[in-house]
Antibody, heavy 119, light 107 residues
Framework: EVQLVESGGGLVQPGGSLRLSCEAS????????MTWVRQAPGKGLEWVATIDEDGSEIHYVDSVKGRFTISRDNAKNSHYLQMNSLRAEDTSIYYC????????????WGQGTLVTVSS | DIQMTQSPSTLSASVGERVTITCRAS??????LAWYQQKPGKAPKPLIY???TLESGVPSRFSGSGSGTEFTLTISSLQPDDFATYYCQQYSDYPRTFGQGTKVEIK
């Protein structure tokens, strides 16, 4: 069964850091680009970042550039989102997702992990 | 950035009704469009990619059409399990962007 499980969310003060992890199972991680999408409480979906199969191509939404870093470790079947200089507006559920091999949409999602930025 | 605009924002419908949701892109995205269904407290569920291709396991009452800047998601006969929020997403260019969502409510 294809599965993605996020971890690492929690409560953090403004200016703080968190590292989210996404562990994949049921498929070969190295064959897929991987993505993070977030959803603020009661709001819509926002694409955050995508990393290609070997980590050579990375894209971010402007609002997180210079603060967030997406990475992956195919040997550990995992990818990550390092979040620094967190702001209140980063408060969201963060979903990790697998990109479709035939396109760039997300065809498999984790259950999400909540990040709350508050003092 | 490519802006995605969905209409309506909320839709009230009865079981058995045919439902159509529209998604417009601010510039041409060819057919690089996906649709997702989300229920409260759950992750989005992929429904359609490349504008009209159903994901595996998605019921055939769902269909997608369109190209360029105008797209539609149609549910041919609304079922109780279909009451949810639906999002379109373009993946023609970065940043990938979502529509604001359409909530399908029980009439």
């Amino acid at each position: 069964e294809v599965q993605l499980v996020e971890s690492g969310g929690g409560l953090v003060q403004p200016g703080g850091s968190l590292r989210l992890s996404c562990e994949a199972s049921g498929f070969t991680l190295s064959s897929y680009s991987m993505t993070w999408v977030r959803q603020a409480p009661g709001k819509g979906l926002e694409w955050v970042a995508t990393i290609d199969e070997d980590g050579s191509e990375i894209h971010y939404v402007d609002s997180v550039k210079g603060r967030f870093t997406i990475s992956r470790d195919n040997a550990k079947n995992s990818h990550y989102l390092q979040m620094n200089s967190l702001r209140a507006e980063d408060t969201s559920i963060y979903y990790c997702a697998r990109d479709h091999q035939l396109g760039g949409n997300e065809d498999c999602w984790g259950q999400g992990t909540l990040v709350t930025v508050s003092s | 950035d490519i802006q995605m605009t969905q209409s309506p924002s909320t839709l009230s419908a009865s079981v058995g009704e045919r439902v159509t949701i529209t998604c417009r892109a601010s510039q041409s995205i060819s057919r690089w469009l996906a649709w997702y269904q989300q229920k409260p407290g759950k992750a989005p569920k992929p429904l359609i990619y490349k504008a009209s291709t159903l994901e595996s396991g998605v019921p055939s009452r769902f269909s997608g059409s369109g190209s360029g800047t105008e797209f539609t998601l149609t549910i041919s006969s609304l079922q109780p399990d279909d009451f949810a929020t639906y999002y379109c997403q373009q993946y023609s260019d970065y940043p990938r962007t979502f529509g604001q969502g359409t909530k399908v409510e029980i009439k």
